[in-house]
């Protein structure tokens, strides 16, 4: 997109969209970031070859964005290029089913700029509706805890986040090899090796239904949240999807019992054993903690 006359004392954001056969939202995306009041944006969608209507809606927008499709290695591959090809001070991304509020870049810009020691600012957000409306608080974005993000959730929500390129940089950038929690993994490493800010105003807005990577991730979405959290030195998977897990391994034994596959059948039963005695736990602590008549 055209770059506004600035200030030279305007730090340059550089925003990447990833996107894959996005078509029915990814415009969404695009004119939150075309509205946004900061003038020093450079903005690009990096695109994996859609073969639905994306790349129609990319060229509807003509020389106001720049964007490139062809084959990549997945998300985290997308964004990482697009943030190498940029020239930025400062980083952000939005995934094409997600949108800015107006303001959101400005605001956190303000913070970065504030003090020069921060590596990430992060917002408030809101879940949305397919059709982008029946906007609800992100119950799970908490003020910073690196403690609490490795031991008990992910309290970001990745749209409402701007970082500086050097500290992404510094901490080795988005790791390419994961497919569902790349943005949890960075949150942890520049945490743990600089400072992180919470803004407390609504920044962004995640869409959620049925086809995104976090609701169809299923088992494999959470193996690999808790193989990436023990390499940050964390303890296992964090406390909040405990349960989460222990549903989707007594799915996945289901599955593998009704196939007759007896060998993963006893491997996912032993597996399946620790997470299903602390739900036990947690339902007697909360059987015992209801008021009584």
């Not at 499709?69 to 985290?76: E, F, H, K, L, V």
């Not at 976090?214 to 990436?228: A, H, N, V």
């Not at 799915?251 to 491997?267: D, E, G, I, P």
């Not at 996912?268 to 339902?283: D, N, Q």
């Amino acid at each position: 997109m055209p770059q506004l006359d600035r200030a030279p004392s305007q730090p340059l954001v550089t925003i990447v969209t990833p996107s894959f056969n996005q078509g029915e939202f990814i415009a969404d995306a695009i004119d939150s970031v075309l509205a946004q009041d900061y003038p020093a944006i450079e903005y690009m969608v990096v695109d994996g070859g859609s073969t639905d209507s994306t790349l129609d809606v990319l060229r509807s927008y003509g020389d106001r964005i720049r964007w490139t499709s062809g084959p990549d290695g997945g998300q985290a591959d997308a964004i990482h290029r697009g943030f190498l090809a940029g020239s930025g001070e400062y980083l952000a991304w939005l995934n094409s089913d997600d949108r800015y509020v107006s303001g959101a870049i400005s605001a956190g810009v303000r913070e970065l700029t504030a003090d020069p020691t921060v590596a990430l600012v992060y917002g408030k957000g809101e879940f949305i509706d397919r059709d982008g409306t029946g906007a609800q608080p992100c119950a799970h974005i908490e003020p910073w805890s690196l403690k609490r993000l490795v031991g008990t959730l992910n309290l970001i929500l990745q749209p409402a986040t701007l970082f500086r390129r050097d500290k992404y940089i510094a901490v080795g950038g988005l790791d390419t090899a994961l497919h569902y929690v790349m943005d949890y993994d960075l949150w942890i490493r520049l945490g743990s090796k600089f400072p992180v800010r919470f803004l407390p105003v609504v920044l962004a807005q995640a869409r959620v239904y049925g086809e995104t990577k976090t609701s169809t991730g299923g088992l494999p979405r959470l193996d690999e949240m808790e193989r990436m959290v023990r390499r940050n030195c964390g303890r296992g998977l964090p406390a909040n999807y405990q349960r989460e897990m222990w549903l989707a391994l007594r799915q996945a034994f289901a599955v593998a019992a009704r196939n007759r596959q007896f060998t993963r059948a006893a491997w996912l039963g032993v597996r399946t054993a620790p997470y299903a005695a602390r739900a036990a736990i947690e339902k007697l602590k909360r059987v015992r903690s209801a008021p009584r008549d």
